[in-house]
């Protein structure tokens, strides 16, 4: 039997276009921009507008990848969303994106794993394709997180923004070609002890409201840093890597010193690490594809690159993989 592998062929992604920096945001609640700037590198943040929903920006980042990737949409045959902020309850926001794109056969679901549900959503699509069941699959991150913010909380409300990233996978078999190609190996792992570190005080069950977000900063931060750094450790020691190997860190973007602090634990050069954070903010799921996209679209990430993914978020869950990006030429 011919084994197979998920190759990353496209990526794109979509911000709002209305920006709110940190002094506008200073006139909202009692913040400054040198305090955001100082605890988190965030300068400003992207907010949809009101009519924009998750999946408009979900639609929009996916075309650009399909664009990216030359596939077409009838090639697409598996949409996986990974939101917190869908746009109903029920149905998914990945049959909503699949309706609109124009995509008619195969299976469209969201996951949900908050920042760190790309990562868990690209794991999900690259097991489709391993088993065979897709070919080829949009995997996408779109949040419209500021709409669940309690915008009087600054100790919450400074850190998000609204946003998109999508990826392209397409399968194919590993050959002596292609072998160092692809997604390489995921990892993920969740600690449900920890769920009430980084929640949302609402749901359709519990209270029948949406909720706001609610968290206790410094324990997100401390678990951050720590299960990053094991989950990177574990990723390179999978596929007998070492940090030196790596083209390009492109980690989830909650916080400027989480970044930096897991650079420094990698001895990792900065130039090595795509960081937007200053200008995206805190995308929860949208993050890590929109930092792709950023570094693919300044051309410092090319085809052949060695990428490795980072996020964690609300649960605890986080993961990480390692991806080369495009196919051999
Ligand atoms: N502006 C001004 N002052 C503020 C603000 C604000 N926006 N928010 C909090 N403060 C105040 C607090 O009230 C506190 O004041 P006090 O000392 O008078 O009580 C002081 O600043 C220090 O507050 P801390 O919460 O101790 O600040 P800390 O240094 O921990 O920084 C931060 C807070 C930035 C949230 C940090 O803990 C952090 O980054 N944690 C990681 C959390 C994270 O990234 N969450 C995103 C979602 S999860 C994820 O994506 C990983």
Redesign the pocket.
């Known amino acids: 039997m011919n084994i197979r592998r998920s190759f990353l062929v496209g990526c794109g992604a979509y911000l709002p276009q209305r920006i709110v920096d940190n002094d506008e ?2 006139e909202l ?4 921009n040198d ?2 700037v100082k ?2 590198g965030i300068m400003q943040r992207h907010i949809a507008a009101e009519e924009e929903l998750t999946s408009d920006l979900a639609i929009n980042a996916a075309q650009k990848a399909l664009a990216k990737a030359s596939l077409s949409v009838d090639e697409i045959d598996l949409i996986v969303v990974a939101t917190t902020t869908p746009d109903d309850t029920f149905p998914s926001t990945a049959t909503k994106v699949q309706a609109a794109l124009g995509v008619n056969k195969g299976a469209a679901f969201d996951i949900q794993a ?2 760190a549900g790309f990562v868990y959503a690209l794991t999900v699509a690259d097991n489709f394709i391993k088993t065979g069941q897709s070919n080829n699959a949009l995997v996408i991150g779109a949040e419209t997180f500021t709409r669940i913010l309690d915008w009087s909380d ?7 923004g609204d946003g998109a990233g999508a990826v392209v996978l397409s399968g194919g078999e590993i050959t002596e070609k292609t072998k160092n190609y692809g997604i390489l190996s995921t990892h993920l792992h969740s600690d449900g002890r920890q769920r009430d570190i ?1 929640y949302v005080d609402g749901g359709p069950s519990s209270t029948g409201t949406v909720g706001n ?1 609610r ?7 401390k ?2 840093v720590a299960k990053l750094g094991e989950v990177i450790e574990e990723a390179l020691n999978y596929n007998k890597l070492s940090a030196s190997d790596i083209d390009w860190l492109v980690p ?4 400027r ?2 970044i930096d602090s897991m650079a420094r634990k990698m001895h990792l050069p900065i130039e090595k690490v795509i960081c937007c954070i200053e200008k995206h903010a ?1 995308t ?1 799921a949208a ?1 890590v594809p929109l930092a792709l996209s950023v570094g693919m679209d300044d051309g410092r990430i090319s085809n052949g690159d060695l990428v490795l993914f980072e ?4 649960g605890l869950a986080w993961g990480a993989g390692l991806v080369r990006i495009g196919e051999p030429v």
Do not use: P
Not at 29 to 32: F, H, N, P, Q, R
């Open positions: 945001l200073a609640v009692d913040t400054s305090w955001i605890r988190t908050v920042c600054r100790s919450t409300c400074v850190l998000f980084l977000v968290m206790s900063g410094k324990e997100v931060y678990h951050a989830h973007q909650a916080n010193r989480i805190n929860s993050s996020a964690i978020g609300g």
